[in-house]
């Protein structure tokens, strides 16, 4: 038993927890990112290039169709517009993350920044009080 109680402790901390709540929101934020990918970036790129960038690819060795037009035996190609689109969205990915961790960062210095001790009314409200205990 004394193992389920250590695993459901493990289970239950905040920061397992905030991890799975990341994960699950970066998944979500993945596919934004792909169809803005998709289907903003890649065609204005292409309009540059001719084409939809993800549809470029380098082919080795083409398609084997017989007498009736049927595929025997499918083209064999390097597709380099994929991989293109696909580090585009890890750039824009990493990007944001980049920011997002450089504004906790920010907030956690200025949590740190604050000053411990009473604020300058609270110490004057002490002496106050103070001087009204004699």
Do not use: H
């Not at 204005?44 to 007498?67: E, H, R, T, W």
């Not at 380099?80 to 920010?106: C, H, P, Q």
Request: glycine residues 10%; neutral net charge.
């Amino acid at each position: 038993m004394g193992f389920i109680k250590e695993f459901k402790e493990f289970a239950m901390k905040g920061s397992l927890v905030d991890i799975a709540v990341a994960f699950v929101m970066g998944g979500a934020f993945g596919k934004v990112i792909t169809s803005f990918t998709e289907g903003i970036v890649s065609p204005l790129i292409g309009m540059i290039g001719g084409g939809d960038l993800s549809k470029n690819m380098y082919v080795l060795k083409d398609a084997v169709m017989d007498a009736s037009g049927k595929v025997v035996t499918e083209a064999v190609a390097v597709k380099w517009g994929d991989f293109v689109t696909a580090i585009i969205n890890f750039i824009i990915v990493a990007f944001v993350m980049f920011l997002v961790i450089k504004a906790i960062n920010s907030m956690k210095k200025k949590q740190e920044e604050a000053p411990a001790g009473p604020s300058s009314t609270d110490a004057l409200l002490m002496e106050i009080r103070d001087s009204l205990k004699k």
